[in-house]
């Protein structure tokens, strides 16, 4: 969980902005009442498993949500969901549609006997434990038209943001004390700014309060009387 600041911070480097779209992988036996909370808010979502669910099974599927920037569903999981392993965020310019068939295809994997298995990639647990020891052609699979994947790193002071490589996903690690830092600034300088624009407005009204109308001009004896401008 982190504080408010925190999750602003996290908006920051996870919101990049221009054409890129943010989305969630949330890991629905990680998030307590995902589903309550997905028809709650209305965020664009879909279930990552195919077909029709039983209700228990669709309490612990996998969705992928599209962020919004500020929206209550974002705030919510950056704020509650950082270091609890909800789930991975990917940076793409493709839509939700075009994700739900990519991710769709290595949610079942085989192991090297043949067995079906899930490949719990929306857990960042697994997922930053598998991109490094990615090759080329496994690296090109798992990103597709995925930019960025964005989660937290055992410590959850630390972002880790993994992109495509020469051969094998890179990866960078950003202390959130850094982007705490740079929030706090930014916002002391909007605040700062607010408070400049204030004054400024006061000062306005203070003067525009002394000025009588024009066409109205001071008498020698301190009396208002037509004929002349103020000025």
Known sequence: MTDEAAGEALGELIFPGGADRTFALLDGASVPDLRDRLHEDAPDHVCLFRGSLEPDMAEVAPYLVELEPDSPFSGWVLEEGWGNHWGVFAVSDAGLRALRRHFRTFTMVRDPEGKLLYFRYYDPRVLRAFLPMCNEKEMNTVFGPVGAFVMESRDPDVLLRFTRGDGSPQCEEVPLARARAAAAATAAQ??????????????????????????IGRQGGGGWVEGSPWS
């Open 190 to 215: 909007t605040a700062g700014n607010d408070r400049a624009d204030r004054r400024a407005l006061l000062q306005a009204r203070r003067e525009a309060a002394l000025r009588p109308p024009r066409g």
